[in-house]
């Protein structure tokens, strides 16, 4: 791994936990906050690709284990991957994985539409694919009401997956960080 590869993952790893910092919107129907900080998760990935997408966030899952305050409201430590929302922590770096990985597949034609997609896909449905049930299980409450109980949150993770397809179509345009190989010509 190159210097700057370490040095991508670490400031990605940095953006989420700055993200942290903005003031979580409480809504009264959930008792979870709507926080900024998937939006990096889909910035990590749409930004950094696939490996590097998802060892920014595996490095800031690190980083919230030794108990540094980064999460929203400024929490960190053990204790925060055993409660009821533990589940969307540990879909993050698959989230930014999965984001990157499809943001790759579609570099050479990427616009808004394929990075919205990508962002919605591992930034939107993986991140609750793998929460939902993780809160039900630890909430105990049925599958159903967590599957309906994030719906609240909908709106909001559309608007970072906007936000973050828009950033990687700029970004792309700018300063293209994701470094695809060359395409081999065909031999016949």
């Known amino acids: 791994m190159k210097t700057r590869d370490l040095a991508y993952i670490a400031l990605f790893a940095a953006v989420v936990a700055v993200l942290g910092?903005?003031?979580?919107?409480?809504?009264?129907?959930?008792?979870?906050?709507?926080?900024?900080?998937?939006?990096?998760?889909?910035?990590?990935?749409?930004?950094?690709?696939?490996?590097?997408?998802?060892?920014?966030?595996?490095?800031?899952l690190a980083v919230v284990a030794i108990g540094m305050p980064v999460l929203s409201g400024g929490r960190g430590g053990l204790s925060v991957f055993t409660g009821p929302a533990a589940g969307y922590l540990y879909s993050w770096p698959i989230g930014a994985f999965v984001v990157g990985l499809l943001t790759q597949l579609f570099w050479r034609r990427l616009n808004l539409g394929w990075a919205f997609l990508a962002n919605?896909?591992?930034?939107?449905?993986?991140?609750?694919?793998?929460?939902?049930?993780?809160?039900?299980?630890?909430?105990?409450?049925?599958?159903?009401?967590?599957?309906?109980?994030?719906?609240?949150?909908?709106?909001?993770?559309?608007?970072?997956?906007?936000?973050?397809?828009?950033?990687?179509?700029?970004?792309?345009?700018?300063?293209?960080?994701?470094?695809?190989?060359?395409?081999?010509?065909?031999?016949?």
């Open 120 to 188: 919605v896909v591992g930034g939107i449905l993986v991140i609750y694919a793998i929460g939902i049930p993780f809160t039900s299980l630890y909430a105990d409450v049925p599958l159903w009401a967590s599957f309906t109980g994030s719906f609240v949150f909908l709106p909001g993770d559309g608007v970072k997956a906007l936000i973050a397809a828009l950033v990687a179509v700029g970004v792309r345009r700018a300063y293209p960080v994701i470094e695809l190989p060359a395409r081999q010509p065909a031999h016949r």
């Open 21 to 60: 910092v903005l003031p979580p919107i409480t809504v009264a129907v959930v008792p979870v906050p709507i926080t900024a900080q998937t939006l990096g998760v889909m910035l990590a990935g749409s930004v950094l690709g696939a490996r590097r997408g998802g060892l920014a966030l595996l490095l800031f």
